[in-house]
């Protein structure tokens, strides 16, 4: 079993380059928001039911992936009500269960992120598209990536488009398993 977990900030293109990744490697892909949203629906994001939900299903679903066998890619953004270690303790649950994990770093210009997160085809997940409450934001979210574990690959999303991304991407899990 592979998890790829990629991750970055809001409007790095965790999705778009998940999506061309899928369609290269035929893996899964579990993107943060269908949880986020769906818990979102019940209980105020960040509420302590909330981040429980959140937590619970999004391991509950890895942890079926691993069961059946099944390559996964997940994206994530790192923010601060995640707790600092999930990160690390899905690599684990993979890692037990003899598979391999790879963290993928997607990062952007924060001039592009902010030109990024007004686009309207992010309402589609209720992601974040105000560019003042990302400003206001920023640095919390930058500590929780300072936090995250060292990356196999880190791509900088400003300056490749995103099936250039997922093939660098797909190279690295390629070496990976030789």
């Not at 993928?104 to 409450?133: H, M, W």
Request: aromatic share 8%; net charge negative.
């Amino acid at each position: 079993m592979h998890l790829i977990f990629l991750y970055g900030q809001a409007a790095a293109g965790k999705l778009t380059v998940a999506r061309a990744l899928s369609a290269r490697t035929g893996f899964a892909l579990f993107h943060n928001h269908l949880i986020v949203d769906a818990v979102g629906a019940v209980f105020p994001f960040g509420s302590d039911e909330f981040v429980r939900l959140r937590e619970a299903f999004w391991m509950e679903m890895i942890g079926s992936a691993i069961a059946a066998g099944r390559a996964l890619i997940f994206t994530f953004a790192p923010e601060p009500t995640v707790a600092s270690d999930f990160p690390a303790r899905v690599a684990a649950m993979v890692r037990a269960a003899g598979g391999a994990v790879m963290f993928v770093s997607l990062t952007l210009d924060p001039d592009e992120q902010e030109r990024r997160i007004v686009s309207a085809d992010r309402a589609a997940f209720g992601k974040l598209r105000s560019a003042e409450l990302l400003r206001e934001l920023r640095a919390g979210f930058a500590a929780c990536m300072e936090a995250m574990p060292v990356a196999a690959i880190t791509i900088d999303t400003s300056t490749i488009m995103p099936d250039a991304a997922a093939a660098q991407i797909a190279e690295a899990i390629a070496q990976q398993v030789d």
